[in-house]
């Protein structure tokens, strides 16, 4: 059972919308914070958002603030981002993961979980 299963990118033109999916299971479902990580080809990773089931805290990176908007349905064991007005610049690959609290400059460790990414383009 593969513990985060992401679904929803595409090919979107600038100024549409999409939703992505992070569906949970298994080992992930232990932990209180999913967040929503890209990757464009030639940068480097960025945290784009996060949230917390234990008290719905959220982050969201500077440049989507207003634009994307993260939840989750616990009843479905699945975290959403809407991402409106999207532009070119969130081009990329976007993976969701398991952390062990919801910030910005939170970093990554072995004991968390990726799912296997999905892709985004913003082109006209």
């Known amino acids: 059972q593969v513990p985060l299963v992401e679904s929803g990118g595409g090919l979107v033109q600038p100024g549409g919308s999409l939703r992505l999916s992070c569906a949970a299971s298994?080992?992930?479902?232990?932990?209180?914070?999913i967040g929503w990580v890209r990757q464009a080809p030639g940068k480097e990773r960025e945290g784009v958002s996060c949230?917390?089931?234990?008290?719905?805290?959220?982050y969201y990176l500077g440049s989507v603030e207003g634009r994307f908007t993260i939840s989750r349905d616990d009843a479905k064991n699945t975290v959403y981002l809407q991402m409106n007005s999207l532009k070119p610049e969130d081009t990329a690959v976007y993976f969701c993961?398991?952390?062990?609290?919801?910030?910005?400059?939170?970093?990554?460790?072995?004991?968390?979980?990726w799912g296997q990414g999905t892709q985004v383009t913003v082109s006209s």
């Open positions: 993961a398991t952390q062990l609290r919801c910030a910005g400059d939170y970093v990554y460790t072995n004991y968390d979980y």
């Open positions: 298994g080992s992930a479902l232990h932990y209180d914070v």
């Open positions: 949230i917390s089931k234990r008290d719905g805290t959220t």
